[in-house]
């Protein structure tokens, strides 16, 4: 019985040191299963803490960029209201001018109104004396005064603008009657329209060639001008050296002419 006795006890004595060498053995891996977590886990913080660090200088370097953007946007908008002010200010100038300018032009419309019957009458003079002067080339001259009348009648042409040009036409017709020369036209020899050479002598006297060598002069009866021949020969001889003078570009001196003054002069 003591034996049995003594052989339970040992039993009992073998477990309990089982236990405990077994016990010891799993609070070994324990700890060395923690400690192995811990390690990684410093870790993880570790490269945790670095990208937080990143991320951190990566928002600062944002919010610099973004500052840097703020200021500019401010710069901008102070010169774009700098623009504005100026552009307000050439506005109110603009206006201004425009309502002078306005107010010039209604006196302007209101001298051009007064004006235009002057000119009128002035370019009726200046054709009725073309019309009424020296048959040379009367109706291109007359063409280009009557264009002159038509627009300004249909208020193409400013009155103002119509004075220099009818000075314009003065002019040449002042030129014509300091200038000789020959040229060519149509004229009503008997009753049948020739083309002949004309000799002008300023705008006091016409003579006319025929292409059969026959002259003439132009002479204004009762009112109206007609082209006759010459019937006497010295006064023929006389018109062919004027002729053969301008030719020469002999365009001064004396020259014995046959009379060409209108009738009662």
Known sequence: MKELRKS???????????FAVGLVVILSIGAS??????AAMASQISRLRIEVEELAADVEAKKD????????????????EMDLQREELRLRQLLAEREKRTELVGQGDQRETQLRPVVLAGIEAVRHAMADG??????ERLAEVDKLREQIEQGMLRPSDGVSRLWDRVEDELRLSRENGIYRQIVTVNGRETLVDVARVGMVALYFRTKDDFYGKALQRGGKWTYELLPDPKDKERVALLFDS????IRTGFFLLPSALPEGR
């Open 8 to 18: 339970k006890k040992w039993s009992r004595v073998s477990q309990g040191a089982l």
């Open 33 to 38: 299963a923690s400690g192995e977590d811990s």
């Open 65 to 80: 960029e973004a500052r840097g953007r703020l200021r500019s946007y401010a710069t901008q908008q102070t010169e774009l």
């Open 134 to 139: 020296l048959p040379f080339q009367v109706e």
């Open 246 to 249: 301008f030719k020469k570009q």
